[in-house]
């Protein structure tokens, strides 16, 4: 029995003296204990909230803000607002320091995407607005600045930070200012939406972006036979493909340009070689016969086009031997004549 009450005994000494501990930079309790012997349990209990340590923070800097407060001096005040990083700090100094300067500062730090719409729906200073709408990534309330926000500068800012398609067609559509239509068109990437700007755009220049970013080769094709302003068709047949869309505009386009451009981009070699023997223009004829490598047709152009220019593009492009011998006995033109010997061998 007496040896019992001696262990306890022991055992009584050994638990009364662990000691506790809160390391306030760790964040965490330990509790030692000193006991004569070499047993020296350590249990350290975490504390990771983000919301303690965020708190913490801010408490520490509670000190920086009242130093703020009570500063007068510009240089010194701007300085401390750079040691600030707490959110809730800077977001007050944001929306309530009486000076500029020192808002301008306070906004270019926060992160907070609550704060900065705050900051950018409501604050006087146009700058400070322009920096508060810099750094929202929030396209909902950049959408609503797009829309709302008086000043055009600051519109321009919101828009070029969008990248939702709706938002950005309610702003090329509704928008008044030209710019803006601009800057909104340039970022949209829906072709359907592109299409309805490219065909009801009142603006020539904002229509040019659209077709400039159109794909759709119904809606080129639409643009190019349609439209009133020469620019734009030129545009829109750049973009096409469509042979046959090319081949309608080459034959019936009013325009010399315009019907050059779509020359230019045939190969279909029986479109070219109509093109080659109808088109009254010479040089558009000229670039068609340019296009052509089909020797039955060149030989026929060399031989028959009143053009001496357009004969000496077809003879230059023409390998048959027989066709060349001819053309060098008989082409009624000195030029082309050398031109069909320079190419016999």
Sequence with gaps: ?????????????????????????????????????????????????????????????????????????????????????????????????????????????????????????????????????????????????????????????????????????????????????????????????????????????VRKLAVNKLSSQSTLATVARQESNVEIRKIAVSRLTSQSTLATIARQESNVEVRKLAVNKLFSQSTLATVARQESNVEIRKIAVSRLTSQSTLATIARQDNNVEVRKIAVSRLFSQSALAEIARRDSNAEVRSLAIERLH
């Design 1 to 205: 029995m007496k040896n019992i009450l001696i262990v306890l005994g022991l055992l009584w000494t050994m638990t009364s003296c662990f000691t506790a501990n809160y390391d306030h930079h760790e964040k965490s309790f330990v509790l030692e204990t000193t006991s004569p012997f070499d047993i020296t349990p350590i249990i350290t209990i975490k504390s990771t909230s983000s919301e303690e340590i965020f708190a913490d923070d801010c408490s520490s800097q509670n000190d920086l803000y009242a130093a703020l407060l009570n500063e007068s001096d510009l240089e010194l005040r701007k300085e401390i607002v750079g040691k600030i990083s707490c959110q809730s700090t800077l977001a007050a100094i944001a929306r309530q320091d009486s000076n500029v300067e020192v808002r301008k500062l306070a906004v270019n730090k926060l992160s907070s995407q609550s704060t900065l719409a705050t900051v950018a729906r409501q604050e006087s200073n146009v700058e400070i607005r322009k920096i508060a709408v810099s750094r929202l990534t929030s396209q909902s309330t950049l959408a609503t600045i797009a829309r709302q926000e008086s000043n055009v500068e600051v519109r321009k800012l919101a828009v070029n930070k969008l990248s939702s398609q709706s938002a950005l067609a309610t702003v090329a559509r509704q928008e008044s200012n030209v710019e803006i239509r601009k800057i909104a068109v340039s970022r949209l990437t829906s072709q359907s939406t592109l299409a309805t700007i490219a065909r009801q755009e009142s603006n020539v220049e």
